[in-house]
């Protein structure tokens, strides 16, 4: 086996590793690429249990209008290829003291 091969089988085996006890690592930049700039800047993932992404917004608006496109945005997600597959992406308001704001 080559030496890049065998660096990409450590890579990929350490990726699913970090998966499993922080899944939300490196999913925030997965999300921002699904997403888009527009949608990444009002909100920011908050969990990720049991394949689902539970997603805070910055506004009512936000989540209410998102929830609409859970379907699609799923889809994207998993197109970029998480370590494992997202099943549900959940989207609610967040107060705006509760989170940093990303502009």
């Given at each position: 086996m080559s030496e890049f091969?065998?660096?990409?089988?450590?890579?990929e085996k350490e990726r699913k590793?970090?998966?499993k006890t922080s899944p939300g690592l490196g999913l925030q930049t997965?999300?921002?690429r699904a997403a888009g700039e527009d949608i990444?800047?009002?909100?920011?993932i908050q969990s990720v249990r049991d394949g689902t992404v539970t997603i805070?917004?910055?506004?009512?608006?936000w989540a209410c209008e998102l929830r609409l496109?859970?379907?699609?945005?799923?889809?994207?997600?998993?197109?970029?290829g998480p370590p494992a597959a997202i099943?549900?992406?959940?989207?609610?308001?967040?107060?705006q003291?509760?989170?940093?704001?990303?502009k």
């Open positions: 091969r065998r660096l990409g089988a450590i890579i590793r970090l998966w997965l999300w921002e990444a800047s009002h909100t920011v805070a917004c910055d506004s009512g608006g496109a859970a379907a699609d945005l799923t889809a994207r997600l998993n197109a970029l099943r549900e992406i959940r989207f609610v308001h967040q107060a003291g509760g989170r940093k704001s990303r």
